[in-house]
């Protein structure tokens, strides 16, 4: 079974959340099943579904050379829907791995398999979440929208992934950095090859990043028959976690070169420098990996909300040239 077992601090706290999170310490009690069952005690899934909307609206900003009032919303609100609608995947990835989940020693404290919270209880509160996220799309246009709701079939079949694929991790690739295209076409209007390109990078980087995650799981994984690259890949994972980065690497640089194209020569160097900082964050991981620690596989995965900010850094600054 897996290594992975701290104890638990106060009651109802899920075996993996950070110690001390706000939600266990200062949300109202009747809350907290719910909470917890959105991931709010852990907050990075959070991060991980943000970076990308951020980066596609820095991508558009350097590609169209405007920064408008309105992308201050965009900005605000991509935080917003991010944590009402990683929250409602992962109510939705709960209620369909609920008997999964009992069975995975890091996964028995949620809240559904618990007992904390009811199957028809977490439908209820996905629906609620999902709908308040509905109402902060409906504010871009109406390509964005499009795109919006074209991602639930993304959301919808991810928890199954692992039923029927050794790359589980891809379709959370394509679901979680969905948001890349959406505000990038929320600030432009269109689709452009650089935001795909970027969408690219971004599922590369989730494969990076969840294949380390997966690790965790590895040994319970096998037990119940449940697919995933860490799995997959077992002794070769350095290998594939180095090709991983350099690949997201290459895409991420050829996206911002395109953007960047009409942009004076100060800000596309900056904007370029994200690449090399961002690889050298991804390398910095490759070097402290250890399959068999799974403190350390989770210091890992959750370092990468630095990695996603450095591109926003570098893009932000260079838009503002």
């Known amino acids: 079974m897996s290594q992975f077992s701290p104890t638990p ?8 959340a950070v110690s001390g999170n706000w939600v266990d310490q200062l949300a109202p009690r009747l809350s907290r099943p719910y909470l917890r069952l959105s991931r709010a005690d852990r907050p990075i899934g959070t991060w991980l ?3 990308p909307c951020w980066w596609g609206l820095g991508l558009a900003i350097l590609s169209d050379g405007q920064f408008a009032l309105h992308d201050t919303w965009i900005f605000l609100s991509c935080a917003i829907g991010a944590f009402l609608m990683r929250g ?19 996964t028995r404290s949620r809240p559904i398999p618990s007992g904390q919270v009811t199957v028809t209880q977490a439908i209820i509160w996905m629906i609620l979440q999902a709908g308040i996220a509905a109402l902060i799309l409906f ?7 499009i795109l919006g709701f074209a991602s639930l079939a ?10 029927f694929t050794w790359w589980p991790q891809a379709f959370l690739g394509l679901a979680f950095n969905w948001g890349a295209l959406m505000i990038y076409v929320a600030h432009s209007g269109i689709l452009r090859l650089e935001a795909v390109l970027l969408y690219a990078a971004g599922i590369i980087w989730t494969l990076f990043y969840d294949t380390i995650y997966a690790h965790q799981d590895r040994e319970d994984d096998a037990l119940i028959g449940v697919k995933s690259t860490a799995r997959l890949f077992a002794d070769r994972t350095p290998t594939w976690l180095f090709a ?6 290459i895409l991420l640089g050829i996206a911002t070169y395109l953007a960047c194209a009409e942009r004076e020569t100060l800000s596309t160097l900056i904007a370029m ?8 964050h991804l390398r910095w991981q490759m070097g402290r990996f ?18 996603g900010l450095i591109v926003v850094l570098f893009f932000a600054i260079a838009a503002m040239l």
Request: a negative charge; charged letters at 20%; proline letters at 4%.
């Open 9 to 16: 601090e106060v009651e109802g706290q899920v075996s993996d």
């Open 49 to 51: 579904l943000l970076l």
């Open 88 to 106: 409602a995947g992962c109510t939705w990835n709960d209620i369909t791995d609920r008997k999964i989940d009992g069975a995975v020693e890091r």
């Open 139 to 145: 504010s871009y246009n109406v390509q964005a929208i």
């Open 154 to 163: 993304l959301v919808a079949i991810y928890p199954f992934a692992k039923r």
């Open 244 to 249: 991983f980065s350099i690949l997201s690497a």
């Open 273 to 280: 420098l994200a690449v090399p900082a961002f690889w050298m």
């Open 290 to 307: 250890d399959a068999n620690d799974p403190i350390r596989l989770m210091m890992l995965f959750r370092s990468n909300r630095n990695a």
